[in-house]
């Protein structure tokens, strides 16, 4: 990217984050360690830090997150290690005002409406002065990168969209499990991002969606949309009158002229392009496992912190005796690992630093986590230890002596050294959030 167009991003672009979801899928993992957006990937690297550092290299020079839950451990892992070019500005939000109050808030800042009046904390930095917010969600993982992000934002610019939204193929089998856009007319594009158009219809998870155009939760749009749509805003309830605080049930809806109690100058274009690039909503435990496959295969595009090895990734400091381990690829050992005679490691398996598998014990299909004692604020230190003969697959472990036999199940530690453990695909109450 030349240093003019990082000038003129860092001039007209602010990115605001998307970090504040319950994440209740994720739990017991996103209730002990950390919320959803700091899960790390490839060992180390926290799922949000990924856009942050993809921003930053387009040239993004304010980048804002709205926090939620455990707020203080988002701010304990940005405080505790340098970004490439900037920091962070955080957004606390102790009541949820859906993904448009979470946008509006990073970028009207202190001039942006309050719905929970006077329990909502204001906004403690200025309204953005550029034209141009963009707004990932931080649990979307990809390989949409800066060159993407500018080509978005050449044609937001050139086609006058209020809205630009990046739509992704999905299985149409799948395409009731998202919200899916409708192009009305499309134009053909060469590169990853193949085709550019406007969107005149929306489905929120309609299994019988003529597309399988994905929204792909991530969003460039005019601060003079935001500025509009602001005073509309209400509280994140569908109990209050014309509710208005989410992209997918109100604001889209509302672009198309499909709300009854909202209309919008016509001239409010909301656009599309269509990623076939790698792309992936990590919405649950077991999407979380797949992406690491991904990784592992050198599908998705990530800087990791540990060399390359005919079997993988491997850091340093590993203790393994590769005549007596068998290790079936792709797999990634971390730092300070201990792989004892007769472990079997692989096929995609990723162990953190400090784990110690001992011997006849097999890991595949898995993610085991490094301690993240500081990062998390836990007052106690486990160690990291698979036993003797003991079968990992198809599972997260968060830390921990493992004596038992794991299939796809999590293993985690609240803050007082209580282990659960839970089937792969648990949720509480039986909730989606």
Known sequence: MSGEVMKSIKNDVKATILAAGLGKRMNPLSSDYFPKPLFPLGGDIPMVETWV??????????????????????????????LQNGTVRFLDEEIPTGTLGGIC???????AKLVYHPEETRPDF??????TILAPSGDIVSNFDAADLQRMYEIHKSVGA?????????????????GTAIFGS??????????SGEIVDFLEKDPNSPS?????????????????????????????????????KHVFPALLGKLDYIQLPKEFKLWGIQYDGEWFDVGRKRDYIEVHKNILKKELRLPLQYDEFEGGYIGRNVSIDVTSTTIIPPVLIGNDCVIKPGATIGPFAVIGDGWT???????????????????????????????????????????????TDLFEKVVSAANDGTVTTVDLDWIPDGKRE
């Not at 921003?55 to 405080?79: P, Q, Y």
């Open 357 to 403: 598998v001992e011997e006849n014990s097999q890991v595949a299909n898995s993610v085991l986590w490094k301690d993240y004692s500081v990062i998390s604020g836990k007052n106690h230190h486990a160690a990291s230890i698979i036993r003797n003969g003991i079968t990992v697959n198809g599972s997260i472990v968060g830390e921990g002596i493992v004596e």
């Open 105 to 111: 808030k990073q970028a009207l800042g202190d001039r």
């Open 186 to 195: 499309a134009e053909d594009l060469d590169g990853a991002i193949s085709k």
């Open 53 to 82: 550092n993809k921003l930053a290299n387009w040239g993004v020079g304010e980048i804002s997150m709205n926090l939620c839950v455990l707020r203080d451990t988002f701010k304990r892992h940005f405080g505790s290690r340098p």
């Open 212 to 248: 399988n155009l994905n929204n792909a939760s991530i969003y460039m749009i005019d601060m003079a949309l935001l500025e509009y749509l602001d005073p509309f805003r209400t509280q994140c309830s569908l109990d209050v009158e014309n509710p208005f605080y989410d992209f997918g």
């Open 126 to 131: 200025p309204k953005f002065s550029g034209t």
């Open 162 to 178: 209020a809205m630009t939204m990046v739509l992704t193929p999905v299985p149409w089998e799948m395409r009731g499990e998202y």
